[in-house]
């Protein structure tokens, strides 16, 4: 059975688990995945880490085309992914729909789970900044260096979770409240690419087109991703 090696960021997780059985079945490749944040991947890619195919934020596959690892020509944006607030399943959901329904439910929350690595870590830091509450955030805040933040409300660390809706939506024994409000955040758009040193380029090409299909749509909706 032919391989195709895939780094992923862990955003779209959700969707490649149904995807991978799917395509497997329907082409007899099987799909190699590994999952990380993007700002791990890349600095696994730039170490001489070896794959056919790298799915991260666009931002992240723009410097890997642009550092010539990644074929230009190959590039397909699949998803956008929203950052989200969660609750352990059972839990009120809190008031998130406007700036300062958000600024008061991150203030009253014993403690925030967020990710350092992840691209909705980065963005929610700035966020908190721009509120003037980091220092009161991050002083109960419930740090996650890797993984799922949605794990620090089963665990009971946290009482609201902050990542990407399809991530959160990883957890079991969680519900997801919503995203944070349009207006305050850039969604973020995954997007694929095949490496320039691809063992199986052929192979790779052909995963990219149906990744970029209509095909696929139903299943990125459901991990909560927007195609």
């Known amino acids: 059975m032919e391989n195709v090696r895939m780094l992923s960021t862990l955003g779209l997780m959700g969707a490649m688990r149904s995807l991978s059985s799917?395509?497997?079945t329907a082409t007899g490749v099987r799909i190699?995945?590994?999952?990380?944040?993007?700002?791990?991947?890349?600095?696994?890619l730039r170490d001489g880490e070896a794959a056919?195919?790298?799915?991260?934020?666009?931002?992240?596959?723009?410097?890997?085309?642009?550092?010539?690892?990644?074929?230009?020509?190959?590039?397909?944006?699949?998803?956008?992914?929203?950052?989200?607030?969660?609750?352990?399943?059972?839990?009120?959901?809190?008031?998130?729909?406007?700036?300062?329904?958000?600024?008061?439910?991150?203030?009253?929350?014993?403690?925030?789970?967020?990710?350092?690595l992840g691209a909705s870590g980065v963005y929610f830091a700035r966020l908190i900044a721009q509120m003037g509450i980091a220092a009161e955030i991050n002083a109960k805040a419930t740090i996650v260096e890797q993984g799922f933040t949605a794990e620090r409300l089963v665990s009971g660390e946290?009482?609201?979770?902050?990542?990407?809706?399809?991530?959160?939506?990883?957890?079991?024994?969680?519900?997801?409240?919503?995203?944070?409000?349009?207006?305050?955040?850039?969604?973020?758009?995954?997007?694929?690419?095949?490496?320039?040193?691809?063992?199986?380029?052929?192979?790779?090409?052909r995963l990219l087109r149906y990744l970029a299909s209509p095909e696929v749509v139903p299943m990125l909706r459901q991990s909560g991703l927007e195609p």
Not at 34 to 42: G, N, R, S, Y
Not at 164 to 189: F, M, N, R
């Open 52 to 116: 056919d195919l790298v799915i991260l934020t666009r931002e992240g596959l723009d410097e890997m085309i642009g550092e010539g690892r990644v074929v230009s020509g190959s590039a397909a944006d699949l998803a956008r992914s929203f950052v989200g607030i969660a609750v352990r399943a059972g839990q009120a959901h809190p008031d998130i729909a406007t700036a300062s329904a958000l600024r008061n439910t991150l203030l009253a929350a014993r403690s925030v789970a967020y990710s350092r």
């Open 22 to 24: 799917a395509y497997e």
């Open 32 to 44: 190699d995945a590994d999952f990380a944040p993007t700002l791990a991947l890349l600095k696994r």
């Open 158 to 205: 946290a009482d609201l979770a902050v990542q990407q809706i399809s991530e959160l939506k990883q957890v079991e024994g969680i519900e997801v409240v919503g995203p944070v409000p349009h207006d305050l955040q850039t969604p973020a758009v995954f997007s694929a690419g095949r490496m320039a040193n691809a063992e199986h380029a052929d192979a790779a090409d």
